[in-house]
């Protein structure tokens, strides 16, 4: 099952070596059951959905590299074992790509419901000449800078923030150089890009595509895809 990354125009490396601290659910959070299917599996079969991807690499911590291929056979997934935090998994991910991939997607296994269409747009910003592309959406809340004991230094101009989703889409030769120039760990891959001075750019990123980190938020996705079940035909199809 474990092919070699290699032959395919568009890999998609999928972090998912973290132990989900915050979700506290006592396992790694990719191997979280989402209404009966792990989260990890859900982030592949979107991708893979969206026909815009032709391979997955899939990070995970070392002794659950078994597990984690037992739970995606017959798709066209590899699975490496991660670092010590998300840039060395993802870097790990890099490793292990084939030459012939020229367009590299990065994503969370933890935004389980990720439509289509996010990925779609991603990959087609590379293709159209954008080295780095993000999902983002506007901030919703009004954003204060406060000091250490919680009093209100200033309110951030809001209209030009974003948040940022994944996947992030790279042509793999400048992420590879970004990820060779940066040794500090980042949140996200277009924060490597931009410390070596990169232009990163935009594309709408989509509510669904939002990162499960707390209980909270898996109780969220939980009731999205329960939602879907009973609601229009549509919703059912992408993410029940
Ligand atoms: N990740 C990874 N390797 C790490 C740390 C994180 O591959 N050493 C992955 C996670 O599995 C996740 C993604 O990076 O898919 C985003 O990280 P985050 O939401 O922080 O997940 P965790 O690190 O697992 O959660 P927590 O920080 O709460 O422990
Ligand atoms: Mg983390």
Same mark, same amino acid.
């Given at each position: 099952m474990n092919r070699p990354a290699s032959g395919a125009a568009v890999v998609a490396v999928v972090p998912a /070596?973290? $132990?989900?601290l915050r979700l506290?659910?006592?396992?790694?959070k990719a191997f979280v059951e989402l209404v009966g299917v792990p989260m990890l599996v859900r982030a592949v079969d979107g991708l893979l959905a $969206? *026909? /815009?991807? !032709?391979h997955v690499v899939v990070v995970v911590q070392g002794d659950q590299v078994g597990d984690a291929s037992a739970l995606l056979p017959g798709r066209p997934v590899t699975v490496v074992e991660g670092g010590a935090d998300r840039t060395a998994s993802v870097a790990a991910g890099l490793a292990a790509?084939?030459? !012939? /991939? !020229?367009v590299v997607l990065v994503h969370d296994a933890a935004r389980p419901l990720t439509p289509a269409g996010v990925v779609e747009r991603v990959v087609g910003a590379v293709r159209a000449g954008a080295p780095a592309v993000i999902p983002v959406l506007p901030v919703a809340d009004t954003i204060k800078q406060v000091d250490d004991a919680g009093v209100v230094v200033s309110t951030v101009n809001r209209s030009a923030l974003r948040a940022v989703q994944t996947p992030q889409g790279f042509r793999i030769a400048d992420l590879r150089r970004a990820y060779a120039g940066t040794p500090d760990p980042r949140t996200d891959d277009a924060g490597l890009v931009e410390a070596i001075g990169d232009p990163v750019a935009t594309v709408p990123g989509d509510?669904?595509?939002?990162?499960? *980190?707390?209980a909270w938020d898996l109780r969220i996705a939980e009731l999205l895809i329960a939602g879907a079940t009973v609601g229009a035909a549509e919703p059912v199809e992408r993410i029940g």
């Open positions: /070596a973290g $132990s989900g506290g659910a006592g396992v790694p $969206s *026909t /815009a991807v !032709d790509i084939g030459p !012939d /991939a !020229d509510p669904l595509a939002f990162k499960v *980190t707390t």
